[in-house]
Each structure stands twice: as C-alpha cells, then as structure tokens.
C-alpha cells in the first residue's frame, strides 16, 4: 500500500492533536458523570465502566474504547491521503463492440481462398477474402461497434520491403467504411498490445475477429501465444477466421525498387511523406505457405473464442454470429490503462464508520444517564 505522502505528512500531526483533545474532554465528562450518579447504578454503562471486587469503578474498557476510536479516526486520515496499490485502472462493462484485427503480413497474398457465396465479389488472395468477409459483418451486425486494426509481416510486397502503414490504412479505410483504423507494427503481439492500450478509447467492452493464416515464424508465435495472458485475465474472446487451404499455396515476395522524385505526378508516397516513382519490380523471395491451424485454434481456444475454418466451414458468418451474441451480454473487465493506480479509500472508511457509530450510541447512553440522575 501507497499514500500521498506529503498529505499524510500534513495530517497525521493535526489527528493525533484532535485525538488528544477529545480523550481529555471525553475522560473529564466520563469523570463529572461518575461523581453525580450513584455507585448502585453505574451497571447501565457497564459498557464503559465495571466494578471489581473491592468495588471501585475502573475504566478499562472506555480506554480500549478510545484506542480503537483514535485508530478509526487515523484511518480516517489514511483515505483523504488516497491510499493505493500499483496496478492496472479497470472497470466491469458489457462486450458489446467488436475489433477486426487483419494479418495484412505477404503470406496472406497467397491465392487459394475459398469462394463463398455470400461474398459480394470473388476473392482472389487471403487478405481480400478476410476484407470481403469482414465488409459483410459490419453490413449486417449494426448492433456492434466496431475497429479495425492490422499487422503486417517484416516487409509487404506491394511497394518496399518497410511496411507501409499508409497503403494498410488507405486500403481499409475506402473498402471497408471505417473511423477507427489502427497500425499495429509487424507481429501479432504489437496487435494484440495495441487491442488493449486503444480499448480505453472505444470506453467498452470488446471482443476480437482475428483473420489470419497463422504462417508466421516459431519464435512469432510463441510470442503470439504469450501475450495472450491479458486477455484471459479480461476474459476478452478472440474469433479466429482460419483463412488458407491446408494443401497451401505459392507466394512470392517483391518490391518495386523506388526511385525519389520531386514532381508532385506519377509517384508514390511513403510514411514518411517522401515521393517515389517506380523503376522497376525486384523479387525478393519465392515460397510455399501453408496455414498454421493448429497454432490459430490456440488463439481461439485460450480466449474462450470460436475457431472457424474457412477452407471446410459451410456457414462461417451463422457460427461467428452465435459466438458474438453469446458473448455480447458477458461483464468484461476492461483495462483503462495498464501500471496505473488501484484506490484502496474504500477500505479505509469501514473502520471509521464502525466506530464513529459506537461513539453516537456511547454520547446517546450517556446523556440519557445523565438525565435519569
């Protein structure tokens, strides 16, 4: 536990000094009661007072009285210095918003999607069919809010071999409608840190659809699979739609080699705002991807989310459909800001409350006593 020092600093001299004051003027009034009633009836505040054996009054029990009173009266001080523990600020809500989190890495340019009816146009690579796929959840579930964010692998074929976070965001922003498109760097980790730290802004509780394929490096999925331990925590379910055919498919990997230029026609632009005009495609890397399933079902399975496999699933929209409103009405925890500061005040103020009540009903015995003699 943690104060707000300085403030405590400052209150605790002035409630010992309050503390002090109130046993003189509560010992003396107890002393001026005991003198003005007799000895026969000092068994109607034998809460305070008792006789022993000789038959002198003690006062045992009111000094007990007063210690536990001034250690209510201290706690007291203890919540105005807003005592905390270090943590993370959370609050309970309902999951009733969604995010599309997109695998945008070169392995998603594999052409082997599978050609659902429900698509509005005929996907050709992995990466489309999850765009055409998620343009037709957010048409039909307008009970959802909903995000989008993506990652992408060391390099992206399209331009250079840096990721271009421009191209990611333009691509998404157009085809798909939406206010709310994050980057989240080049691996699932980035995304699934970037799920939690912008939760705070869409105030809500969420849950995750994760399109992807799952062809990542060892290493990246482990670390994929690590960072999971929040979301457990939260109990945030993560979907995965398992995009790919497991027979897989030939991808290769280009750039167009860039040259920079002034004119304002007939170039590209990168993230950092610097104009390019293409010269010619180099081909960086050739390649068979297959899709991971096993790896993405973990995903799904330790988040509590549904797994659903594009390639053999008959009606993918239906099971995701069941799988957001079964979770829709659940109390997630959402995590506002990570190291933040946990409130213990509300702790403090039981003992104060406790005892500042037994004090009344002491005053109010007393007064009627003294009233009685």
């Known amino acids: 536990m943690a104060f707000e ?31 003005s009633v007799h000895k026969s009836r000092l068994h109607k505040i034998s809460a305070f007072f008792r006789t022993n054996k000789i038959g002198d009054v003690t006062k045992n029990k009111f000094w007990i ?12 001080l203890l919540s105005f210095s807003f005592p905390y523990e270090s943590g993370d600020a959370e609050f309970e809500t309902k999951q009733s918003a969604a995010y599309f989190v997109f695998d945008a890495s070169w392995s998603m340019q594999a052409e ?32 959802f809010a909903f995000g989008v964010i993506t990652f992408a692998g060391e390099s992206a074929q399209h331009s250079h071999p840096i990721a271009d976070k421009n191209w990611i965001r333009k691509i998404l922003y157009e085809q798909m409608g939406t206010h709310n498109t994050y980057y989240s760097g080049t691996n699932y980790s980035a995304a699934f840190s970037d799920l939690l730290s912008s939760s705070k ?30 979301f457990q925590r939260l109990k945030i379910p993560v979907h995965v739609i398992a995009l790919g055919q497991i027979t897989g498919a030939e991808i290769e990997m280009s750039y167009n080699y860039l040259n920079e230029v002034e ?7 990168d993230a950092s705002g610097k104009k390019y005009e293409s010269a010619n495609e180099i081909s960086v890397q050739k390649r068979m991807s297959f899709p991971d399933y096993a790896f993405l079902k973990q995903i799904a399975d330790r988040t509590g989310g ?37 409130s213990l005040v509300h702790w403090c103020f039981f003992l104060p409350f406790l005892f500042f009540l037994y004090d009344l009903i002491f005053i109010r015995k007393v007064i009627q006593i003294g009233k009685v003699s």
Not at 5 to 24: A, E, K, N, R
Not at 65 to 76: D, K, M, P, T, V
Not at 330 to 338: D, N, P, Y
Request: with cysteine.
């Open 112 to 143: 082997d999607t599978s050609n659902k009816e429900f698509y509005e146009f005929i996907p050709r690579f992995r990466f489309e069919e999850a765009r055409f796929h998620a343009m037709k959840v957010l048409s039909e579930r307008d009970d």
């Open 5 to 35: 020092y300085p403030l405590l600093l400052f209150l605790l001299p002035l409630g010992f000094v309050f503390s002090i004051w109130l046993f003189y003027l509560e010992f003396f009034a107890i002393k001026e009661i005991e003198q």
């Open 65 to 76: 009285y007063q210690i536990f009173f001034c250690l209510s009266f201290l706690s007291l």
């Open 263 to 269: 004119q304002i026609s007939d170039v590209v632009t």
């Open 201 to 230: 802004f869409l105030g809500q509780g969420f849950q995750v659809i994760l399109y992807s394929d799952g062809d990542a490096s060892e290493e990246e999925k482990s670390k994929a699979l690590e960072s999971l331990t929040m």
């Open 306 to 342: 549904v797994y659903i496999e594009v390639e053999s699933e008959t009606d993918v929209l239906s099971k995701l459909y069941e799988a957001l409103e079964a979770s829709k009405d659940k109390t997630q925890i959402l995590l506002w800001e990570a190291g933040s500061k946990k």
